[in-house]
């Protein structure tokens, strides 16, 4: 691999979706759940909710990216904008199994994710189509100091979604933002160690 070095960035604890950020901080856009639905999303007339206008699609499991799996820094890059293909699809399912395939358990950020998708799903909730795309990856570079480990920085551009908590319903805007993601390789493969949005971000 290359001599590149990078010095783990600190980042947000908590488990912003790669595309929405956390509902706490879209207020303003939030409808309660009894408000009137637009005609473009449907209530539950058993149950009162807003039901998902995706809720009959059948998600595919993200494609794999070309030379995802080598053992070099452009593999390291090419498996962090895999992730966000991962998690874009956890959302959009409700299912976080995924991501705990492609993470070490170390990842507390895969973890909290995992927790906040299960969580939606038990409360009856979702996330409408999440879709998001990689503007630019940039080069892996070892983390200096965990040697082993090498860290990515994603540009990122999500497209307008909604989410339903089970009990809020959010209306999250298009979103350009960086993404960081740390990885090692382990067992014939890479392994998210670390993820989460920059400090300021």
């Known amino acids: 691999m290359s001599a590149c070095t990078w010095s783990t960035p600190t980042t947000q604890s908590s488990a912003e979706p790669?595309?929405?950020?956390s509902t706490a901080a879209?207020?303003?856009v939030s409808q309660s759940a009894d408000a009137t639905m637009s005609g473009r999303i449907d209530v539950d007339p058993a149950t009162g909710k807003p039901m998902n206008p995706n809720r009959d699609r059948n998600y595919e499991p993200p494609r794999e990216v070309e030379g995802?799996?080598?053992n070099t820094a452009q593999g390291a890059s090419r498996f962090a904008e895999y992730f966000i293909y991962v998690t874009d699809y956890a959302w959009n399912t409700g299912d976080p199994a995924l991501i705990g395939a492609v993470s070490a358990d170390e990842c507390e950020w895969c973890k909290e994710t995992s927790r906040q998708i299960t969580e939606m799903k038990h409360a009856d909730g979702w996330v409408d189509n999440l879709y998001s795309?990689?503007?630019q990856s940039g080069d892996a570079m070892e983390a200096t100091d965990q040697p082993g480990?090498?860290?990515v920085r994603l540009h990122v551009r999500t497209e307008p979604t909604t989410i339903y908590t089970g009990s809020e319903l959010h209306d999250?805007?298009?979103r350009d933002a960086l993404f960081d993601v740390l990885l090692r390789w382990n067992d014939d493969t890479w392994k998210v160690i670390k993820a989460g949005w920059p400090n300021g971000n």
């Open 26 to 28: 879209t207020a303003d």
């Open 149 to 151: 480990t090498w860290g």
């Open 18 to 21: 790669v595309a929405p950020q």
């Open 133 to 135: 795309k990689v503007l």
């Open 172 to 174: 999250i805007p298009s």
């Open 68 to 70: 995802m799996k080598d």
